[in-house]
């Protein structure tokens, strides 16, 4: 079984998931893997860390910002990997997906980051500006190297893509819980929940739910539902915010570690 | 030839395509279906022929350049004079279908990244007069070199966002409107400015600017009795290109050119040619295409002279008449550019803008290549005097340096 299956197997019935995203590389290199660690150690159950972009469409400027210092500081998609393969020394329990866009896995080549990917100990990519139409020879070298391709859902996805994104996707899927972009605070509840039941009625998935959950209170409200709550430009922020490596650390360990105490615990549901 | 692109899914070849985030997905396939219908549609088609001839002035002339020609000593030079249309470039052309698309959808709001400022205002214009909410994103470099067109969107009631995040040119700007459409994609009409983006801007783009070589066929042919040797046009995303370009695709003996900007040269790196140095190609804003990028794939800072084609990508179209040799692409840098911009000033008492002073640059070494008998067609896609501060700014730094 995949680490990915694994965790969510374990966690069924139980509570959500939590998924913390860092942008790798952010504020320096030497930076991801202790921080990486520390959101094991606050209660992460599977960690994103995000591939540098120069132009990342999707994000808002605490992504953008983390994005361009990780650049500044020498990172590339290279670098990356190798501090997954660096944190996978002292872990071999916890998932690892790195995100990104488009662009600088193929300038890599599909079938060599996969391998990369693979070598390295990652478990799944979400590729932000790939949407399935255009991502069947990734998904194959993806598949080839067993490495999880995890979708994009959306509040503007309509019904009838809902299936065939979700037949593109492994490990699980991602709804992304508002129109707008990373770090958006205009997060409605009741709305994701809503989507979140069609969804649930269309694919067997676990369900991941991220943009616009920025604190305990909101991770709470989405975790009574989602399979997943996976929290990004909140702690990019906070990590921003810190001058020293052992202030940010403990920062955003404490942090973290208030997002999982504040989830609850899932009443028993019943396999789709 | 026959040449039906693009295919069902947007791609030209292996170019173009929609590499989007999920969230528009959803709306890109609701543009795509309206535009399916309005482009068959003639009441659309009335109404929009019908804006092109009293708001734009069109058919724009198609003027025979006598001393310019004079000059080069050589073939006759004629120019598709785009920059008399209202607002002082091609870009209008695009704005207003998109803009009674937009009615038509009933969006309310128009958003739009502009480089040189002639897309944010045409863009700003079709919303004043139809009403509508405008938004127009520009990099902060581009608002400091074409302050005059930024006065002009405000006094059109638009708003103008300072983009000062990455390199603050048009690349940033247009990053920036993506991510204002991902969010108020409900009411809001992202009106994309050049024939780059995720399917189906490149195609309608191309189509509301194909009127520009359907004119200039029927004009050349009236003038002339036969079509022209060559055609060129500058290009950025290529949109002025690619309007001039599609009405002639299946006229194999009219050779295609299309002006990049080589900046202070190819060889400095400092440039905005990513078709003539054959960069990549990669993945940006939506669509592939040729692109700039380093060995990471992180997108390179570009330069030219000329916001409007100071940009790392091109439209995917171009990417494929490159490929399969239907259209040839090269580049002229920032001095010959202003040079070009000069002589035409003083030889016919036309200021052009510095993009469309790069096809002038290249069609005045064409001219005397293709020697008296021949004549070819530059689009002249823009008026200078936007450009005129920036031009005095720019020699006054070279006189300081020399």
């Known amino acids: 079984m995949s680490r990915i299956k694994g965790v969510f197997a374990a966690l069924k019935g139980q509570r959500a998931a939590l998924i913390p995203f860092i942008a790798g590389g952010d504020p320096g290199l030497t930076a991801t893997v202790p921080v990486m660690h520390a959101l094991v150690r606050a209660g992460a159950d599977l960690i994103e860390v995000g591939m540098p972009f120069s132009d990342p469409m999707a994000d808002g400027p605490a992504i953008q910002r983390a994005h361009q210092r990780a650049l500044a500081a020498g990172a590339t998609t290279r670098a990356v990997i190798d501090q997954v393969a660096a944190f996978r020394h002292d872990d071999s329990r916890t998932p690892v997906i790195l995100m990104g866009y488009v662009n600088p896995v193929e300038t890599m080549g599909y079938e060599a980051f996969a391998h990369a990917c693979q070598a390295a100990g990652v ?143 899932h009443a028993s549901r019943m396999s789709p | 030839m026959s040449y039906e692109q693009p295919d069902a899914r947007g791609h030209f070849g292996p170019y173009g395509g929609r590499f989007v985030a999920e969230t528009l997905m959803g709306p890109l396939a609701d543009l795509e279906r309206a535009y399916a219908q309005a482009r068959i549609d003639p009441v659309f088609q009335a109404e929009l022929a019908a804006d092109f001839r009293d708001y734009v002035g069109r058919p724009s002339p198609l003027y025979l350049a006598e001393r310019l020609t004079a000059d080069a000593g050589g073939a006759r030079i004629y120019l598709k004079r785009e920059d008399l249309n209202h607002t002082g470039a091609h870009k209008v052309n695009n704005t207003i279908g998109q803009a009674l698309l937009a009615k038509r959808m009933g969006k309310k709001r128009l958003i739009a990244e502009t480089g040189a400022g002639q897309h944010g205002v045409a863009t700003a214009t079709v919303a004043a007069r139809l009403g509508l909410a405008c938004v127009v994103y520009m990099g902060a470099e581009d608002i400091a070199r074409q302050a005059p067109n930024v006065r002009r969107m405000r006094l059109l ?60 066929r029927r004009q050349f042919l009236e003038r002339e009795g036969r079509l022209p040797e060559a055609l060129v046009a500058c290009v950025g995303g290529g949109s002025n290109a690619m309007g001039l370009f ?52 992180q997108i390179r800072d570009t330069h030219s002279i000329s916001a409007g084609l100071d940009y790392p990508g091109v439209g995917p179209e171009h990417a494929w008449l490159k490929d399969i040799g239907r259209a040839r692409y090269v580049a002229v840098d920032d001095k010959m550019a202003l040079a070009a911009f000069h002589r035409l000033t003083r030889l016919e008492g036309i200021l052009p803008a510095l993009e469309s002073s790069h096809a002038l640059a290249y069609a005045h070494d064409l001219a005397a290549r293709l020697g008296r008998e021949a004549a070819l067609i530059v689009n002249l896609s823009g008026r200078g005097d936007k450009d005129v501060e920036s031009v005095a700014a720019y020699e006054e730094a070279q006189t300081c340096r020399a």
């Open chain 1, 123 to 265: 478990d799944g990519v979400i590729l932000v500006d790939m949407p399935p139409e255009e991502a069947a020879e990734w998904r194959d070298c993806a598949a080839r190297a067993g490495i999880d391709t995890i979708f994009l859902l959306s509040p503007t996805t309509p019904a009838e893509r809902l299936a065939s994104i979700s037949a593109a996707s492994t490990g699980f899927l991602y709804y992304v819980a508002l129109k707008g972009v990373t770090g958006a605070s205009h997060l409605n509840v009741a709305d994701v929940a809503a989507r979140l039941a069609v969804v649930r009625a269309l694919s067997a998935w676990p369900v991941g739910v991220g943009f616009g959950i920025r604190d305990p209170h909101s991770a709470a409200e989405v975790g009574r539902f989602a399979d997943a709550v996976i929290v990004g430009s909140a702690i990019v922020e906070r990590m921003a915010a810190k001058k020293t490596m052992n202030e940010m650390l403990a920062d955003v360990e404490g942090f973290v570690r208030d997002l999982r105490a504040a989830l609850p615990a």
């Open chain 2, 157 to 216: 009631g638009a708003e103008v966002v300072s983009v000062t995040l990455g390199s603050r040119t048009l690349k940033d700007a247009m990053n920036e409107a993506m991510r204002d459409w991902a969010t108020t994609v409900d009411e809001t009409f992202y009106v994309i400015g050049t024939v780059s983006g995720p399917h189906p801007y490149p195609a309608m783009v191309r189509d509301f600017q194909a009127v520009i070589g359907e004119e200039a």
């Open chain 2, 246 to 297: 599609y009405a002639f695709l299946g006229d194999p003996g009219v050779d295609l050119y299309g002006v990049e900007a080589a900046g202070k040269g190819l060889a400095s790196g400092l440039h905005a040619a990513p078709l003539t140095a054959a960069s990549g190609r990669g993945v940006l804003h939506g669509a592939r295409s040729y692109l700039m990028f380093d060995a990471d794939g």
